[in-house]
């Protein structure tokens, strides 16, 4: 007999026919006529009610159904005699693919802590909250493809092993087959690469945007998708160690084409998790975060703000004047911490924020240089809860000023040579950004901590499972 899948249970309901249902047990209650299963196969947050006559059953199979345990059911659909649910199966026969032992299986009541399911990542899949964000995860992933393939951009992929520091803030993980017991040194006590696998220093990826630059000068819209490694040392509920990154770049885009872009792909991703996920965005209001559909219908509507850096210095320091305390600094020239991003967007202006035309000093070689010579044509997108949600730029595509600034800020001309022939050779205009994919995830799901969007996150100290 075909399984059908629990989903496709619920949306077709062919009730009075028998039907095969595979799930595991999310909980198992009765009485001594009756044994009510809730069954659950991951394509839907609705379990699927089993009633067993325990009249006709087998008693010794019956004991071996607890929480977590693997079934087969066959049995009647039929429209649910109970309150709570629409329809169930009278079970007429239960195979047990897998128990699971109640005094070991780690999931036996509901609401554990995230921290705790943290520590079982390897079954937090199979809890309703999981289950939700990680088909939401899936559901994303979907749209970003849907949202740049109608536009005529094209997926490109860009190397995970790279030799040059893209966002050359050094915070690279290195990649080697040395033998960390006997490194080779020169007199100065520099290790030799020559020997190492591909005879230089090399490290994991912080971004592919150089490359998607490249490819942008050649196929005109491209984007990346891909994971990305940043070696930063920051334990903040908004940071991984490993995470993916959505890089589009658009040659002639000029940085207002930019942030329309950035704006209208954010919206259709949010459009997408309403119109798609309906369920399970309803569970994580309902569990979590009351506000969440009505913060994910509001983004959909409002015109982002934007302001210049410039600008929302003033509105931050002004706000500073009037008694808003802040625990980092606020003065022109410092990086932007999340509780200032958040006071624009959240107390501020009540809205998602681009921000412009950063000091130059806090932003990356590559972006374009404005005429005041203190700022650069840099554009980041401050989310509600989130903070900073993008950060791209228009690039610089003269030559000579990009290769002296890659210089000034510690870029070494050697490693970067091919990027910059870009602009030796038939430059233009371009713009591009970066959208983090877990941190997209965050809004959309509501979820607090970035540890709980990725199956199995990467932070310091830990690369458990
Ligand atoms: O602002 P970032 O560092 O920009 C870049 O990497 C550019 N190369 C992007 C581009 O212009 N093509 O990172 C982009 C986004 C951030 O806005 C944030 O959403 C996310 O990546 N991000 C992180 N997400 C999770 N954990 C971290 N450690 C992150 N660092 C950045
Ligand atoms: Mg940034």
């Known amino acids: 007999m075909k399984r059908i ?11 009075g026919e028998v039907v095969n249902v595979k799930g595991w047990v999310r909980t198992k209650r009765g009485n001594k006529q009756v044994a009510f299963i809730a069954l659950n196969d991951g394509t839907t947050i609705k379990n699927i009610q089993v009633v067993v006559d325990l009249a006709t059953a087998d008693e010794e199979q019956m004991k071996t159904i607890t929480t977590g345990a693997c079934l087969s059911v066959v049995g009647e659909l039929v429209a649910s005699q109970g309150g709570g649910q629409e329809i169930e199966i009278q079970c007429k026969e239960i195979e047990v693919y897998g128990t699971a ?14 921290e705790y399911l943290r520590e079982v990542a390897h079954l937090r899949p199979r809890t309703n909250t999981f289950g939700a964000v990680f088909r939401i995860r899936h559901n994303m992933a979907m749209a970003i493809h849907n949202f740049f393939h109608e536009r005529g951009f094209y997926y490109f992929h860009t190397p995970l092993i790279t030799a040059s520091d893209c966002e050359g803030a050094g915070q690279m993980f290195q990649v080697t087959t040395m033998n960390l017991y006997d490194l080779k040194k020169d007199e100065n006590g520099s290790i030799i690469y020559d020997n190492d696998f591909f005879g230089r220093q090399a ?40 995470f993916w990154m959505i890089e589009p770049e658009v040659a002639f885009n000029e940085i207002e084409d930019n942030m329309e872009l950035a704006e ?66 606020v003065f022109w020239g410092a990086d932007l911490a999340a509780e200032h991003e958040r006071y624009l967007v959240e107390e501020y202006f009540k809205r998602p924020v681009i921000l412009t035309d950063y000091p130059k000093e806090i932003k990356s070689f590559y972006m374009k240089q ?12 401050l989310f509600p809860k989130i903070g900073e949600i993008i950060g791209g730029s228009q690039r610089e595509e003269s030559y000579e000023k990009l290769a002296k600034r890659a210089n000034e800020m ?25 959208l983090g994919f877990e941190r997209l995830l965050l809004f959309v799901t509501g979820m607090s901590n ?16």
């Open 5 to 15: 899948r629990i989903a496709d249970l619920f949306t077709q309901k062919p009730i």
């Open 101 to 114: 032992d109640p005094q070991t299986y780690p999931l036996q009541k509901k609401g554990h802590s995230m």
């Open 203 to 242: 490290s994991l990826t912080v971004s592919g945007q150089l490359e998607a630059e490249l490819a942008a000068m050649a196929l005109g819209a491209v984007y990346t998708f891909g994971p990305t490694f940043r070696a930063e040392n920051s334990n903040t509920p908004r940071h991984l160690a490993e």
């Open 264 to 329: 209208d792909f954010i919206k259709y991703c949010v459009r997408w998790a309403l119109d798609n996920c309906a369920d399970d965005l309803q569970f994580l209001n309902d569990m979590f975060d009351k506000e969440l559909l009505t913060r994910l219908r509001s983004v959909i509507d409002v015109e982002f703000k934007r302001l210049t850096y410039t600008e929302g210095i003033s509105i931050l320091e002004e706000a500073v004047a009037k008694g808003k305390k802040f625990e980092f600094p």
């Open 370 to 381: 404005n005429d005041d010579g203190k700022t650069v044509r840099a554009m980041d997108i």
């Open 410 to 434: 510690g870029v070494p001309e050697k490693d970067i040579w091919w990027y910059l022939d870009t602009r030796r050779f038939g430059t233009a205009p371009h713009s591009g950004f970066g």
């Open 450 to 465: 970035i540890r709980d969007v990725i199956p199995f996150p990467r932070t310091p100290r830990n690369a458990e499972f």
